[in-house]
């Protein structure tokens, strides 16, 4: 059974740090891009960032381009998502996402797993 789990989470004030993770079981995620969405309340799903395979290309919105960065470690079956300068339009629930093969993508329907999210709060 494929389980992606976010941790790191919280509450922070603007201009703050979090690191989010996530931990997959049930696949292996080297041979798949793996991607990272937000939802915040009355709002649709939003892409944030995605990463290739290697980890050598990466995509982000331009919301969050310079303040985000996405990364993985594929021996410990986990990515991460670094977020430095935070502000109030941050707020949302985080989600983790692993694709169907090995693509780069910014669209929710090209990924197969999801996580339950984490919430982030980033307070002004």
């Known amino acids: 059974q494929v389980q992606l789990v976010e941790s790191g989470g919280g509450s922070v004030q603007a201009g703050g740090s979090l690191t989010l993770s996530c931990a997959a079981s049930?696949?292996?995620?080297?041979?798949?891009?793996m991607g990272w969405f937000r939802q915040a309340p009355g709002k649709e799903r939003e892409f944030v960032a995605t990463?290739?395979?290697?980890?050598?290309?990466?995509v982000y919105v331009d919301s969050v381009k310079g303040r985000f960065t996405i990364s993985r470690d594929n021996t410990k079956n986990t990515v991460y998502l670094q977020m430095d300068s935070l502000k109030p339009e941050d707020t949302a629930v985080y989600y983790c996402?692993?694709?169907?093969?090995?693509?780069?993508?910014?669209?929710?329907?090209?990924?197969?797993?999801w996580g339950q999210g984490t919430q982030v709060t980033v307070s002004s």
């Open positions: 990463i290739s395979v290697s980890g050598g290309a990466t």
């Open positions: 996402a692993a694709g169907r093969d090995s693509r780069l993508s910014r669209s929710w329907y090209e990924y197969a797993a």
């Open positions: 049930g696949l292996t995620i080297s041979s798949y891009g």
